[in-house]
């Protein structure tokens, strides 16, 4: 059972325009939320972050919402460029007593268009 | 800037080859761990291990085992290579820290595709 939910494999925008990626979440021991973004042939790099006791973190063009009530949170990315095209992971930290692990989303795809 | 290297870009094994995946980071972090990522996965957590010669299972160990003898090192073992091990291998590191930052971020390796025929 996927603790962590991307809902939308794909999404595709005009370039220019806002792009928001959600994510959805099962388990409320998490504490601590990250967004990844991850070009072809090349591993994840960190984006940015949020931690449970806010709900907005922003960026520069970057803003990620967190909604505890809703176990919801989103990514706004906004004006969207072609460099943005990229899949996103969205993943959520619980610490173990050992590591902190990450469980990640399955991803979404986001192609901004020229 | 941290660097986590990854042995191989691509990798094509036989069914029933022991098969070595290296990584190495380069930022004197506690912390590594091995990731596979398949389509509508995600990535899904292996081993990992927060000390040289720790180690602890992720989600789906079953198949791989691992080795950490150094700091900087963490090996991923594929002890006889199955048609299902057949994905993208993503090795990351991080700091310890005690939770809550941004430092928790975990930094990727380039990943290995690996074929397993």
């Known amino acids: 059972d996927q603790q962590v939910k991307q809902n939308s494999p794909s999404l595709s925008v005009q370039e220019g325009r806002i792009s928001i990626l959600n994510c959805d979440y099962t388990?409320?021991?998490?504490?601590?939320f990250l967004w990844y973004k991850k070009y072809p042939a090349e591993g994840p790099t960190f984006l940015i972050s949020?931690?449970?006791?806010?709900d907005k973190n922003e960026d520069g063009r970057f803003t990620v919402f967190l909604n505890k009530s809703a176990k919801h949170l989103s990514l706004h990315i906004v004006p969207s460029q072609p460099g943005d095209s990229a899949v996103y992971f969205c993943a959520a930290f619980t610490f173990s007593g050992s590591a902190r692990q990450l469980t990640f989303g399955s991803g979404t795809q986001l192609t901004v268009l020229p | 800037d941290v660097k986590v290297t990854q042995s191989s870009r691509y990798l094509v094994k036989r069914t029933g080859e022991k098969v070595f995946l290296e990584c190495v980071q380069d930022?004197?972090?506690?912390?590594m761990f091995w990731y596979r990522q398949d389509p509508g996965l995600g990535l899904r957590l292996i081993y990992f291990s927060y000390d040289v010669k720790m180690k602890e299972k992720g989600d789906i160990p079953e198949g791989y085992s691992v080795s950490r003898e150094k700091k900087e090192r963490f090996s991923l073992i594929l002890e006889s290579a199955s048609t299902n091990q057949t994905s993208m291998y993503l090795c990351?590191?991080?700091?310890?820290?005690?939770?809550?930052?941004?430092?928790?971020?975990?930094?990727f390796g380039p990943g290995t595709r690996l074929t397993v025929l």
């Open positions: 949020i931690s449970s006791i806010k």
């Open positions: 930022m004197d972090h506690e912390n």
């Open positions: 990351a590191s991080s700091p310890w820290t005690s939770g809550g930052t941004s430092t928790d971020t975990q930094y």
């Open positions: 388990n409320s021991m998490f504490d601590y």
